[in-house]
């Protein structure tokens, strides 16, 4: 089955615990994004990567480090969490960027929490 | 700046009858814009897209408008049902400006039986 796969669902920790939420695509996409989701502030968008060793800032990118060293994996990582990064986030994969106007492929998110 | 913009969170409509969703955008450089549907406890879905150089496209139940000269693309939904009930995303990019997508804050839809 086609999907997006993102580790952990929920998590609850604590400030300045490092901390990596994964995302894995099973359909060979070479384009991969992270957003999160917040409250009257829809989807925003904070990296993407085009492909392997190809990555991008998005709209809110401060607080997060992304790597893409496999076409499948697109990890977001959270050095140093702070509480204004509590949100939902989902990790989406689609076909050749976005020049091919393909639809991305979301993954069922990630609630973070963090005290 | 937010770019996009849905401007009613919330829509209740009548089983059987008609849903339109909004959108509206101030970036003129958008030219591709697609709608996802949101259910609770997953992510977004594709429901249907629209390239700049039309003005509709229709697929089923589902028809995207979009009137360049307004910046503003509206979603119908005929007839609509409640397992349409969900929020609903409008989404912009711009072809030459590799990987970036900026979305709505979304409309929650509720078709009541």
């Known amino acids: 089955e086609a999907q997006v796969t993102q580790n952990p669902r929920y998590l609850i920790t604590v400030t300045g615990k490092k901390l990596t939420v994964t995302c894995s695509q099973n359909m060979n996409h070479e384009y991969m994004s992270w957003y999160r989701q917040d409250p009257g502030l829809g989807l925003r968008q904070i990296y993407y990567?085009?492909?392997?060793?190809?990555?991008d800032k998005g709209d809110v990118p401060e607080g997060y480090k992304v790597s893409r060293k496999e076409k499948r994996n697109f990890p977001l990582i959270l050095e140093s969490p702070s509480p204004n990064q509590t949100s939902l986030y989902f990790c989406?994969?689609?076909?050749?960027?976005?020049?091919?106007?393909?639809?991305?492929?979301f993954g069922d998110g990630t609630r973070l929490s963090i005290l | 700046d937010q770019q996009v913009k849905q401007n009613s969170p919330s829509l209740s409509v009548q089983e059987g009858r008609i849903s339109i969703l909004n959108c509206d955008y101030t970036?003129?450089?958008?030219?591709?814009f697609l709608w996802y549907k949101k259910y609770p406890a997953e992510g977004p879905t594709f429901l249907i897209s629209i390239s700049s150089i039309k003005d509709k496209n229709e697929d089923g139940r589902f028809t995207v408008f979009l009137n360049k000269s307004a910046k503003h693309l509206s979603l119908h939904i005929v007839p609509s049902q409640p397992g349409d009930s969900a929020v609903y995303f409008c989404?912009?990019?711009?072809?030459?400006?590799?990987?970036?997508?900026?979305f709505g804050d979304g409309t929650t839809l509720t078709v009541k039986p």
């Open positions: 990567s085009m492909n392997v060793e190809v990555t």
């Open positions: 989406a994969s689609s076909p050749i960027g976005a020049y091919s106007n393909q639809p991305q492929h």
């Open positions: 989404a912009a990019r711009i072809n030459t400006n590799a990987g970036k997508s900026t």
């Open positions: 970036n003129s450089m958008f030219d591709y």
